[in-house]
């Protein structure tokens, strides 16, 4: 069992370093930024994700980390993977981000370039600014807080920065699985999500899962005139829109046959004119579900249409469609097995053919919801010093997406604590364009960090 410590440094002394250190951690985001680490060669070219691994790599060799490697992994992505012991008997504490991006995609909905950091009313833009170069940096500037003291490391220090996560290949759980010694921690950091505001500290507790399918739809052994025909000729494309469209009800619930949706959320609440604001929600336009937004995003599944394949408006036809397919992404919550929920999904949308239609339904990877252990002297010592660091009260979250590796980790470790934070709140946008971040969430968490470890030591 870990014991907190009282924390021997003052909090102020721990701050005053971190922000002496922001200009370079400004600099070293700019750096990562410019490199194009998308995990797929089809998108950017493999030397920039090496780049940005050999980077990483020796940043934390810098930062103190002695041992660190790089650890090709089954999907051909490369794992910084370090090591620095800790005082005989102090606890391990392994520090996980990824330093992989998403796709700018159009660069024309960015103000600026996607692959130069740019600093617009005292925000940080580009691509991976917070998702997930933005933890990167942040770690780094709490292991150089400590350092800074000129004592040796509090605790034993594991590091750990994924290649491929945002791809999600599947090569650091594979790894984990292969090689578990080299994450063996008694807590595991996973910055890889965000507080529900700026300056609000908050713990992730609860991960939604994803049960991913393609259906496709046939009626027709090919096109036909839509004059000639239309009207008895079943038409593949509205047979599936009326199937997508049993997959709601009039407000907006997911209603998917043998799918509990009625859960609730009991941590934090998210304002409904906050959750608007953040999500771009247009004048007039209600939000959908009949519960809370908190029981809507973080407790209860969620279906979205991702992708329809079907003739584009420019260029169609007067023709009745005889096959059309889409892409569904079932979200999944904590306590709900992903597996029979792609099962139910497949189910429904078979049931709700019309018209003796042809369904196909094509399954994709699944991933496990997690709920995170919230008892331990790991969550205790980083509740307060998220408390101290920011000065506020700690709030309990969920989150929609999707984190396998914790899954991973869980069953390898199953002793170990596992908590969730990072960079990445509502306002940072990622995945989108202008993602950035607030350098004020790197500054303050790498402090929160840096007690943690030094309370735990």
């Known amino acids: 069992m870990l014991e907190v410590a009282v924390v ?45 691994a050999n980077w990483v790599a020796d940043a934390f060799r810098a930062a103190g ?90 605790v034993g220090i594991r590091i750990v920065s994924e290649g491929s996560e945002e791809m999600g290949g599947g090569g650091l759980e594979d790894l984990v699985e292969q090689r578990p010694e080299l994450f063996a921690a008694d807590v595991v950091v996973i910055a890889d999500t965000g507080n529900v505001a700026v300056g609000r500290p908050t713990l992730t ?13 046939e009626t027709l052994a090919g096109e036909l005139h839509s004059g000639m025909y239309g009207g008895s000729a079943p038409d593949a494309l509205a047979a599936l829109v009326q199937m997508l469209s049993t997959l709601r009800d009039h407000g907006g619930n997911t209603v998917v046959d043998g799918l509990d949706t009625a859960q609730d959320w009991d941590g934090v609440d998210y304002p409904e004119d906050q959750f608007r604001a953040d999500a771009g929600v247009l004048d007039g336009v209600r939000l959908t579900g009949s519960g809370s937004v908190a029981d809507a995003v973080w407790a209860r599944p969620a279906l979205t249409i991702l992708g329809i394949d079907a003739p584009p408006v420019v260029g169609s036809a007067a023709a009745i469609q005889p096959r059309a397919s889409a892409r569904l992404n079932l979200r999944v919550p904590a306590g709900m097995d992903p597996h029979k929920a792609q099962d139910a999904l497949i189910a429904h ?109």
Request: charged share 20%; aromatic share 4%; hydrophobic share 45%.
């Open 8 to 52: 021997v440094q003052k909090s102020d002394e721990i701050r005053a370093r971190v922000r002496e250190l922001m200009p370079t951690a400004r600099d070293e985001l700019a750096a990562l930024v410019a490199l194009r680490s998308i995990a797929d060669p089809r998108q950017a070219p493999p030397e920039q994700c090496a780049a940005a």
């Open 65 to 154: 980390i002695g041992h660190v490697e790089l650890i090709g992994t089954s999907d051909g992505s490369r794992a910084v993977v370090g090591h620095q012991p800790g005082p005989e008997g102090a606890p391990t504490v392994l520090l996980y981000s990824h330093y992989d991006v998403q796709p700018a995609g159009d660069e024309a909905l960015w103000a600026t370039p996607p692959f130069e950091l740019t600093e617009r009313e005292g925000r940080w833009y580009g691509r991976g600014a917070a998702d997930c170069k933005g933890n990167v940096v942040m770690h780094l500037l709490a292991l150089r807080a400590l350092a800074g003291a000129g004592e040796p490391l509090p």
């Open 205 to 217: 507790t609860s991960l939604r899962g994803i049960a991913n399918v393609v259906v496709h739809v």
């Open 349 to 457: 949308l078979e049931k709700a053919a019309p018209w003796g239609a042809h369904v196909t339904v094509e399954r994709e990877a699944v991933g496990s919801p997690f709920r995170a252990k919230t008892s331990g002297p790991g969550y205790t010592a980083l509740t307060s010093a998220l408390a101290e660091a920011f000065g506020a009260d700690v709030a309990v979250a969920g989150q929609g997406g999707t984190i396998p590796l914790c899954n991973t980790l869980a069953g390898q470790l199953p002793d170990a604590e596992i908590v969730l934070m990072g960079v990445e709140e509502p306002r940072a946008l990622i995945h989108a364009p202008n993602e950035s971040v607030d350098p004020s969430e790197i500054e303050n968490l790498a402090v929160a960090e840096a007690l943690f470890l030094q309370g735990l030591g």
